[in-house]
């Protein structure tokens, strides 16, 4: 209610519309039928109500390319029962001193059920506008109005509010929902909801900035509204006013009921009872859940919990995180991140959605193809990196930051590239932001204040000639590169210490590679200067410095020195050919799958009642997917890729002879899968009969572009899509009894399937025979 007026008199718009005289066409330009619009002498033509103004005229064009502005708010909870919040909702109508723009309001309609228990109200809301005199001349308007329908369920303890403008109807649309209910784990608290839509279909040529104003104004005054709610709240507990008794049916006997139940009547109206011992109740509930922030829905953000583990965000930017992390819920299907890594890609791109699932998905892509959710249970460094990488954590800042010490003057990058190659140290480097984030959660449940990021702390004493040669830069580029797209936001402040005169050279180097937002995070101190105010004391506790930069702490991370030569790669080695991209630690395999060559497994079922569950990813390429039974046992035809080493491409294994004729030696027990490079498919079949059961992948042509405009994981990562005449997949299947099945990818979990450590929530769907689950 408070968007419109709070933008169409705000004085940027005033001034334009100033200067556009009455008569004169409107910076719209021509309508579609070739005639202008034109601003009226009286702008608005009053209704036969008096108080109810319309814009006069056929509905205005429609300005193309305007997209509708969205707002959604996390959950606000009021710790006090629905009856009570629902008196001191009340309390704002006709008028509300503590809303001065809200001048009023005047019932249109007003029903109730028999029972009593459904009560609506329809009002329209008089709204004052802060414009000057001349504007209110040229447009005709005083006031705004807007109509607000108000439905109370009593039995069900749920009020929906849906309130929409009459006042520019045919240019701008304002609609707003918002709704109380019961919280789900105290039924003595009240939680309130609220989203909002900006539709501005013209307005002289000034949409944007309408919009722009709108969304402003609007979102400053959202927590306002929990103010008032509050301040009726406390002026009732100090009127002795704590207890208001429920909604009971009406008596049956049809005699007059004594009673006067919460929903029968106005809340000033309402016998509430208080003082007396068994009727007065705390304000925060007979029954608290622990003082912990929880969310009240496993699918719905608490405003609490926000404030707690993630910080303060403004409304729009809790609005964006909501909306992303919704879209992922409905359509991503698999592995939703954690919300604070969600809101990491948001604050990265500037809390720009498009842009921030743009981002996040290419980076879960990444995650999935090369694995690096489980680096932190299956890296284990090699002891070269243990002696000669000089890195490692170190307690934290002043501000409870995990701080990570790199003496990178002391190490020997071209050692370490020569002995190690690029692939073991980008690894390396990634399980050292996992741990950091791991740190982070920690430490935000340590200090009880949300901790998003860690301080890296860089001693360049030593730095020389040596650390600029070239592939060592290199590596290093492409080091900056993958962590700033996979791990934004995550590093709070690099403190650079002793930079020698070779710094600069490499600083023009690197810098261009670093996010302007990152490089605004860097604090570096040359010579000695770091000792003292305003160098690391400022940022690092005194007495966790440590000893090689003047401190009293010791510190455990390696000294470093030069990689003996006798450790290098000889010429003929490949730098470490073990890619990142899958390591035999982990639970899942690699395959192969050729023109004419389909990759199959086979399951054997010893008993009818059992769960067969797959979880496969297509890094390459576009296979389909395909489940057979055969009561005969297949022979396995080996058949290695084409490449130079089969570790690298995966084994390509074909079971089906070709003799086999469907229908008489197998039989499909699911319908074909196409799935396309980039997805990642979980499902699930029960089967009837005992024998085995064949998995087989085999490779499909390219798909015809899907002409939807709605946007989907699968669009956003089309980029990634490369043909070839080999597709690769990463795949993992299991055998569960029927009993142990629940039908989720959280019984599969706690089956050791080691599904995302950055997923809180992980789906899937199942039917009474078989389902397959797509990701894209």
């Known amino acids: 209610m408070r968007l419109l007026s709070s933008c169409l008199f705000h004085p940027k718009v005033v001034a334009a519309w100033a200067s556009f005289p009455p ?66 909702y009340e309390k704002r109508f006709p008028t509300c001193p503590e809303i001065p723009v809200f001048l009023g309001s005047e019932i249109l309609h007003e029903s109730r059920s028999d029972d009593g228990a459904i009560h609506i109200i329809e009002r329209s809301c008089k709204l004052n506008v802060d414009a000057p005199r001349l504007l209110k001349k040229i447009a005709g308007v005083e006031y705004v109005f807007f109509i607000q329908k108000n439905t109370v369920n009593w039995k069900e303890r749920t009020l929906r509010i849906e309130a929409h403008n009459e006042t520019f109807a045919n240019r701008v649309v304002v609609l707003e929902t918002c709704s109380y209910s019961v919280h789900p784990e105290n039924e003595e608290w009240t939680c309130f909801e609220q989203s909002a839509s900006l539709d501005i279909k013209s307005f002289f040529g000034f949409e944007s900035t309408v919009e722009k104003i709108a969304m402003k104004q609007y979102t400053s005054n959202i927590k306002r509204g929990k103010e008032v709610i509050e301040h009726y709240l406390k002026e009732l507990i100090s009127q002795g006013i704590t207890f208001i008794p429920r909604w009971t049916p009406p008596p049956v006997c049809g005699q007059k009921d004594e009673r006067t139940p919460a929903g029968g009547h106005d809340a000033d109206d309402v016998p509430l009872e208080s003082g007396a011992p068994g009727t007065t109740k705390e304000q925060t509930g007979s029954s608290c859940p622990p003082a912990e922030a929880v969310s009240p829905d496993a699918d719905k953000l608490d405003a609490d919990y926000i404030e707690r583990y993630l910080g303060q965000l403004t409304p729009m930017q809790e ?18 991140p954690k919300d604070e890594h969600i809101l990491r890609f948001l604050r990265a791109r500037d809390f720009n ?98 901790i998003t990021s860690w301080t890296c702390l860089v001693d360049l004493e030593g730095l020389n000639m040596r650390h600029l040669w070239r592939p060592g830069v290199k590596a290093l580029l492409r080091i900056i590169e993958v962590v700033e797209d996979n791990y934004p936001e995550t590093l709070g402040r690099l ?98 799958v050729l023109r004419g060559a389909p990759h199959e497994i086979v399951v054997e079922i010893l008993e009818g009642e059992s769960v067969i569950t797959w979880d496969f990813d297509i890094l390459k390429g576009d296979v389909v997917f395909s489940l057979f039974h055969s009561k005969r046992a297949p022979e396995a035809n080996h058949k290695e890729a084409t490449l130079p080493s089969t570790s690298a491409a995966g084994d390509n294994v074909q079971l089906i002879d070709k003799t086999w004729v469907l229908g008489v030696d ?41 002409g939807t405009s709605l946007p989907r994981v699968d669009d956003v990562l089309a980029s990634l899509q490369v043909s070839s005449h080999k597709c690769k997949l990463i795949y993992y299947y299991e055998v569960l009894a029927s009993k142990d099945f629940r039908g989720s990818m959280s019984s599969l979990e706690s089956c050791n399937s080691g599904f995302s450590q950055l997923s809180g929530a992980t789906t899937s769907s199942s039917q009474s025979q078989s389902s397959s689950h797509i990701s894209r």
């Open 23 to 88: 008569g004169e066409p409107c910076p719209q330009g021509p309508s579609p039928d070739g005639d202008n619009y034109l601003l009226q002498p009286d702008g608005l033509m009053n209704r036969a109500h008096s108080h109810h103004v319309l814009w006069a005229g056929e509905p205005p064009p429609r300005c193309v390319g305007k997209m509708v502005q969205k707002y959604q708010s996390p959950v606000r909870v009021y710790k006090y029962p629905f009856e009570l919040v629902m008196a001191a």
């Open 353 to 450: 959605i498009d842009k921030a699932r743009e981002m996040l998905c290419q980076s879960l892509s990444w995650r999935k193809q090369y694995q690096v959710d489980y680096i932190l249970q299956s890296w284990r460094p090699p002891a070269l990196l243990d002696e000669y990488y000089t890195g490692g954590w170190h307690y934290q800042d002043k501000d409870g930051r995990p701080l990570y010490i790199l003496r990178l003057g002391q190490m020997d990058t071209k050692g370490l590239v020569k002995a190690l190659g690029e692939e073991s140290l980008l690894r390396h480097v990634l399980s050292i932001n996992e741990e950091g984030q791991k740190r982070c959660e920690e430490n935000t449940n340590t200090f009880g204040r949300p």
């Open 495 to 592: 403190l650079i210490v002793r930079a020698p005169r070779v710094f600069p050279v490499l600083w023009t180097l690197v810098s261009p590679f670093i996010n302007e937002n990152t490089r605004q995070k860097f604090l570096i101190y040359s010579g000695n200067n770091y000792q003292g105010p305003g160098g690391l004391v400022d940022y690092v506790d005194k007495d966790v410095i440590p000893d090689f930069l003047g401190g009293d702490c010791m510190c455990t991370v390696p000294e470093g020195g030069l990689v003996p030569k006798s450790l290098y790669q000889t010429e003929e080695e490949p730098e470490n050919s073990d890619h990142i991209r899958l390591w035999t630690e982990t639970i899942y395999h690699s395959a192969s």
């Open 666 to 706: 197998y039989s499909r027990m699911e319908s074909p899968l196409v799935c396309r490079e980039g997805e990642s498919i979980q499902g699930s079949h029960v089967t009837r009969w005992p024998g085995f059961y064949i998995l087989q992948w085999k490779m499909h042509g390219p798909l015809p572009c899907s």
């Open 319 to 336: 609005s964006c995180l909501i909306r992303l992390r919704q879209w992922l819920q409905e359509t991503h299907k698999g592995k939703i």
